[in-house]
């Protein structure tokens, strides 16, 4: 049978009180911007239900992206009928047939809203799971732990019935919990910290800092196509490249070794603040898991904080590696993560980094530098792309080898 609409049920933002109108009018655009280009949606957020009206839009597809909208908890593609017993019945009994398969178990579960309806919950499940077993052979009832749940909601309008329940991303709605700007590497970590805070609700700019020579182009288009997996959960990301060449290369000029990704980390943090204050957000985030390597002891962390009052949230902070790798694998980034393009990160690394600094030093050595002169450089070299889901940056390798044939 053809679906008419979805319906929409609301997760954790359905207990926000007062302010749920604003949270479900987030998520209403939310979805807007992951289904754009299917014009003849129509969508109607409602309190306790949003309807997604297809218009003959191919819900395979909208399944697909309804999946990474956060906010959402579960979802079913429905039919709309008129509110009789008679298409009740009939619309029933087709979508059974269609979908019921030999073996199954299943139960009729009836929401009314309308309680001005004809029939209530007890008496609307007795009527059509009578009417099925007088149209249907060796159907099994099992009202616990059916196969099957045949859905009926009766609301105001009309009725409205499934027998298919999708679990969506659940967290809530992206925009909801205030903007902030991600420290987004190439690597691993940091992808699955940016999944984590959109899924809170946080608005997140991604910045990423590039050294060219040093770092290729296709380095640069590795974060920005990690950036157009995770804005399958956001709708659209702000991608800020920042170059870092001379920071890096006046740190390892001047400054000793072992304090060489201390005083980066610490230059990272004061633009990520910076570019934050310009654009009212109101927390850095990035991938650091304690102790996973030099720059993320407490201690490091401590000496590198110093540069900032910003609140620094690190969702992946208490996670271990394979918990980190089996989550990049779930979101889709992963085997992007580990392709072997150099970032910043990691070609001026130090062989013997310092594992506990001291803010003193670390003051003192960065008292050599013209600190606000390199700051402001790189600022001025800044540059922001708007990221769509799915957007691609890096040549398919096969397109690459036809073309230089």
């Known amino acids: 049978m053809k679906y008419t609409e979805i319906m929409v049920r609301y997760g954790e933002l359905s207990t926000k009180g007062k302010n749920r109108k604003d949270f479900i009018g987030r998520l209403a655009g939310n979805v807007t911007r992951v289904l754009r280009d ?11 239900r949003m309807h997604i009206v297809l218009n003959d839009a191919p819900f395979a597809e909208i399944d697909q992206r309804l999946k990474k909208v956060f906010g959402i908890q579960t979802y079913s593609p429905t039919i709309k009928v008129e509110k009789t017993l008679t298409k009740i019945e009939e619309t029933a009994l087709a979508l059974m047939k269609e979908t019921y398969q030999e073996g199954m178990t299943f139960k009729v579960n009836t929401k009314r809203s309308d309680h001005n309806f004809t029939y209530d919950t007890n008496e609307l499940n007795q009527l059509v799971g009578d009417y099925l077993f007088k149209n249907m052979s060796n159907l099994k009832v099992e009202m616990k732990h059916p196969d099957l749940v045949l859905r009926l909601e009766v609301r105001q309008d009309a009725v409205y019935i499934s027998n298919q329940l999708f679990h969506g991303a659940g967290g809530m709605p992206v925009g909801t919990g205030g903007r902030a700007v ?14 984590l805070a ?10 990423h800092f590039y050294s060219p020579p040093y770092t290729t182009e296709k380095a640069l288009n590795k974060a920005k196509e990690l ?31 072992g304090y060489l990704m201390t005083v980066q980390r610490r230059f990272m943090l004061r633009l990520a603040d910076q570019i934050r204050a310009k654009r009212k957000g109101l927390a850095i985030f990035n991938g650091e898991s304690v102790g996973q390597v030099a720059s993320q002891t407490l201690e490091s962390m401590a000496v590198i904080n110093d540069v900032t009052t910003t609140p620094v949230v690190r969702p992946v902070a208490t996670m271990d590696k394979t918990e980190i790798i089996r989550l990049a694998e779930q979101i889709g980034t992963f085997d992007l993560s580990i392709q072997p393009f150099e970032d910043c990160c990691t070609i001026f690394a130090p062989p013997r980094p310092k594992t506990k600094p001291r803010i003193d030093k670390a003051r003192e050595f960065e008292a050599r530098l013209d600190v606000e002169g390199l700051i402001e450089r790189a600022l001025a070299g800044m540059k922001i792309t708007t990221i769509y889901p799915g957007d691609k940056f890096i040549a398919d390798k096969a397109a690459e080898d036809t073309a230089l044939l």
């Open 38 to 48: 299917f014009p003849q949606i129509e969508l109607h957020p409602r309190h306790d």
């Open 182 to 195: 991600m420290m987004l590497s190439g690597g691993i970590d940091s992808p699955v910290a940016s999944y």
């Open 198 to 207: 959109l899924k809170r609700g946080v608005d997140i700019d991604m910045v």
């Open 227 to 257: 950036t157009g997996i995770l804005a399958n959960y956001a709708g659209r990301i702000n991608f800020i490249a920042v170059p870092f060449a001379e920071i890096q290369e006046t740190i390892k000029e001047k400054l000793p070794e």
